[in-house]
């Protein structure tokens, strides 16, 4: 009994089983204070499908070889472009939504594949220099904003150069997967759009990785020294990695954006590859190997843990605030036990 009791253990994972236990605490909390049961449960899943993409973009980086990808934000400019391309051509629904991504699309592969050419030329110090490419491309994009030949007056200041920090997404392409076949059960609504979605490219990738060309990645990741021996082009498939990564970012943030409700610009990219990397390191994942089940599993935990957080620490504490320092916590903790895992184990 003792040695399964130690196998699941050893499968879990120290960070996931505190996680799933504190999560678990807290959905008994809430229950316990009578916090609305199906309102939070709409919450997490909604999140689900906000951050999946964004949490799926670091499983081409990682068993490519790459690691963990701080560079997301590379990725994200690329789709906030695109949604703002859609915006200035004055779209709306769901063309808008077809219409950022197909923008976002080439723009993410050409980025991707300059952003994966630099991580070969630095082997072995990839994280980072991904994580100040990250933060170098959102400083210069803040230029970028200001420059960019935009004049849609949804998007630009009403009075000096530049676009605006925050744009709002009403009467564009809001919600469009949300509310796309969502039904209520009780006080709880499955947003049936944007988890199909989610799901979708979860399968999607779930075929990549299965084909010839996924299974070369995953030996180019695992063992370079094998892979030159039989023939691979490590580079190349490490480029491959960084591309697929860098696309899935793009996407994220635009199906991101549109349950948002904004576009939010300037420094707000930044961070946003922190919390996709903690999640899917909650899930299982580590520095040198990923899979789907880890992109689904921790994003639910890590964004379950924030949304549960708030409603009982608000009624707990009126004062303070205990989700923004959990949030912390988890998110830095987890990627730092991660990091100290140079062997990658379970």
Request: with cysteine; aromatic share 10%.
């Amino acid at each position: 009994m003792s040695e399964k009791i130690a196998v699941y253990y050893k499968a879990m994972g120290l960070p996931r089983l505190i996680i799933t236990l504190f999560f678990l605490f807290l959905v008994c909390v809430s229950v316990i204070l009578g916090i609305p049961f199906g309102g939070l449960m709409t919450d997490v899943v909604v999140r689900l499908g906000m951050h999946g993409i964004l949490v799926l973009a670091m499983v081409p980086a990682i068993i490519s070889g790459i690691g963990l990808n701080f560079g997301l934000p590379l990725g994200i400019l690329c789709g906030l472009i695109g949604a703002i391309v859609s915006i200035e051509l004055d779209l709306v629904g769901f063309p808008a939504f077809i219409a950022a991504i197909l923008v976002a699309l080439p723009l993410a592969a050409l980025i991707g594949w300059c952003y994966g050419w630099l991580l070969n030329k630095v082997k072995g110090s990839e994280m980072m220099v991904a994580t100040y490419a990250g933060f170098s491309a959102v400083f210069l994009m803040s230029i970028g904003w200001m420059v960019l030949p935009f004049k849609s007056p949804e998007i630009t200041w009403p009075m000096g150069p530049g676009l605006r920090t925050t744009i709002s997404l009403d009467g564009r392409f809001r919600d469009v997967l949300n509310n796309w076949g969502a039904f209520n059960i009780g006080s709880f609504r499955f947003p049936t759009g944007l988890i199909l979605f989610f799901l979708l490219s979860c399968f999607i990738m779930w075929l990549v990785l299965r084909s010839k060309t996924g299974i070369a990645m995953k030996t180019v990741g695992a063992n370079p020294n094998f892979a030159v021996a039989t023939g691979l082009n490590v580079d190349n498939y490490r480029i491959m990695g960084s591309v697929l990564s860098t696309i899935l970012g793009a996407v994220g943030i635009i199906v991101y954006s549109q349950s948002y409700g904004f576009l939010q610009l300037y420094q707000a990219p930044m961070f946003m590859g922190f919390a996709a990397v903690a999640a899917v390191l909650i899930g299982g994942a580590n520095i040198k190997n990923a899979k789907i089940s880890h992109v689904i599993i921790g994003t639910f935990l890590f964004q379950g843990l924030l949304v549960i957080a708030l409603p009982v620490a608000n009624t707990v504490m009126t004062t303070g605030s205990l989700a923004e320092i959990t949030r912390l916590i988890v998110t830095n903790g987890i990627i730092l036990y991660a990091l100290t895992q140079v062997d990658g184990g379970e």
